[in-house]
């Protein structure tokens, strides 16, 4: 794997692919930062070198063209204070603009260019789009894992026009140095912690955790059709009835492989979705009808906690309630502090997805966890197995 570590950047214009998708509130300010600061030790390493920095990233969806919503301008002040300097900003991503901007890069200057996706080419993955950004540079970082997952102009095709030339930013690198060490190289005993609303979107990262891990712990509102497949009543609770079959196919599964899935006990139920809905604790294979599962409940909660504090290796993905919910958090909440006691008594642990993440931030556990992953999407289709055309063209 071919890193930003592996060259000198002096006097070379370095062209790189970022994640800078960012929240931003109605002054377009940016409300979560996370993915830009992930960004600032390439940046750094390239200009301590005696480089320029020319950052390219998309931001949003636009339908098609310039929206001011949707302009990257509005990142310009954090990235420059983040920075310590005045970053440069293209109105456009290519064209004259750019290329005037560009080709006049002093080292120790960055600049930032308009939003990729104002042009319809780059999710096409057009190649003449990626030759004109590639002419911009000397050298391609792809340090975007937020978007590996997709053959865009500008994390995929563009490789191709630096045969000699590209590599992997830090994020990049260690998005998949981290992900390599839990799937690849994890010690045992490895529990995989998957929740989130449907097990339709988790399908082929069970397929592929199953030979690996010693324990799965299912939370979330995708247990409750596991539940159902074990004979258990769920009331109004979440319910895949199509993939009933399934989840039983791989519980048979799950045995014969000598794995231990962990379900729910107990649920925090409620006879409604609602914060101030009536709640109770209840077994969680025998809810009425009425009345649905929030969250898992406190008999859960110690019997997963203690398959966590066992474990020397830990992936996690998804809640495991409605934690968005003040009165259907705490099953969340104790599992993510679960996992960071884990891993201050030594255990390898690795957080992804929108959600995972949002709960160890929301619970200020991001520097108590090993790793964070800054991309869903791309992480999840990595554990998967699936190739990530963003890693696979660079390593060409």
């Not at 005037?100 to 996706?117: A, C, D, F, I």
């Not at 993955?125 to 792809?142: C, I, P, Q, T």
């Not at 097990?199 to 690996?212: A, M, Q, T, V």
């Amino acid at each position: 794997m071919k890193t930003i570590d592996n060259i000198n950047f002096s006097g070379k214009r370095a062209l790189i692919r970022v994640d800078f998708n960012v929240p931003l509130n109605e002054k377009f300010e940016i409300t979560d930062p996370t993915r830009i600061n992930a960004a600032l030790k390439t940046i750094q390493k390239i200009l301590s070198d005696g480089g320029s920095v020319i950052l390219m990233s998309h931001l949003g969806r636009p339908k098609g063209g310039f929206e001011n919503k949707f302009s990257l301008s509005h990142l310009l002040p954090f990235i420059s204070e983040a920075l310590g300097l005045k970053v440069k900003f293209a109105d456009d991503c290519i064209g004259e603009s750019a290329s005037t901007l560009s080709s006049s890069l002093k080292p120790g200057e960055v600049l930032l260019l308009e939003n990729l996706r104002f042009y319809k080419e780059e999710e096409k993955g057009d190649e003449r789009f990626a030759e004109k950004l590639s002419k911009l540079g000397d050298v391609y970082v792809n340090d975007a894992f937020g978007t590996a997952h997709r053959a865009h102009a500008s994390t995929a095709v563009i490789a191709k026009f630096f045969p000699n030339d590209k590599m992997f930013g830090y994020v990049m690198a260690n998005e998949l140095a981290s992900i390599d060490r839990v799937m690849k190289y994890g010690e045992q005993p490895f529990t995989a912690i998957l929740g989130g609303a449907k097990i339709s979107g988790k399908i082929e990262i069970i397929e592929n955790l199953l030979p690996k891990v010693n324990h799965l712990i299912i939370g979330g509102g995708m247990m409750f059709t596991f539940i159902r497949a074990t004979g258990g009543r769920t009331g109004n609770s979440l319910i895949e009835e199509d993939l009933v079959g399934l989840a039983n196919e791989i519980l048979d599964k799950a045995k014969k492989l000598g794995v231990t899935i962990h379900l729910a006990t107990d649920a925090i139920i409620a006879n409604k979705f609602d914060n101030v809905a009536d709640r109770k604790v209840c077994p969680a294979g025998e809810i009425p009808e009425g009345w649905m599962g929030l969250d898992i409940g406190p008999e859960t909660v110690a019997a997963f906690s203690k398959v966590v504090l066992e474990s020397k290796t830990i992936l996690w993905n998804g809640p495991m309630g409605v934690f968005e919910m003040s009165n259907f958090e705490n099953g969340t909440r104790e599992i993510a502090m679960a996992i960071a006691q884990a891993t201050s008594n030594g255990t390898y642990s690795l957080v992804g997805g929108g959600d995972s993440v949002a709960a160890v931030n929301k619970y200020e556990l991001a520097d108590k966890v090993s790793y964070v992953s800054t991309g869903g999407g791309a992480m999840l289709e990595y554990i998967e197995g699936k190739e990530l055309p963003g890693v696979s063209f660079v390593m060409l």
